[in-house]
């Protein structure tokens, strides 16, 4: 099991740039596939952007791909996203969810494990 916690969501303009976050507890990170989403009032949960196990292999959601990286530093136990050229669209709250497959999958029921979130605001 692994516990997540995200961090660095807050409130920024159009145009700027954010890193959020993702630290793991427990055992075995690198032994998941980690994955962001994102949910805005009134909508679905979206897929954002995962990585593989080891890092070397990524996905996009289509709203985000050329603006945002994901990345993962599995001796700090901890994936990231940097979020850049935000836009007013990008509101909405982040979530960081764990995935025992063995690849990439961007459907949100497909995660066993899940943060709590961070609200991402972008003002334009």
């Known amino acids: 099991q692994v516990h997540l916690v995200e961090s660095g969501g807050g409130l920024v303009q159009a145009g700027d740039s954010l890193r959020l976050s993702c630290a793991a507890s427990?055992?075995?990170?690198?032994?998941?596939?980690m994955g962001w989403f994102r949910q805005a009032p009134g909508k679905e949960r979206e897929f954002v952007a995962a990585?593989?196990?080891?890092?070397?292999?990524?996905r996009y959601g289509d709203s985000v791909k050329g603006r945002f990286t994901i990345s993962r530093d599995n001796a700090k136990n901890t994936v990231y996203l940097q979020m850049n050229s935000l836009k007013p669209e990008d509101t909405a709250v982040y979530y960081c969810a764990g995935d025992l497959r063995l690849t990439i999958v961007t459907s949100a029921a497909s995660y066993d494990y899940w943060g709590q979130g961070t609200q991402v605001t972008v003002s334009s």
């Open positions: 427990g055992r075995s990170f690198s032994s998941y596939v």
């Open positions: 990585v593989s196990r080891s890092g070397d292999s990524t």
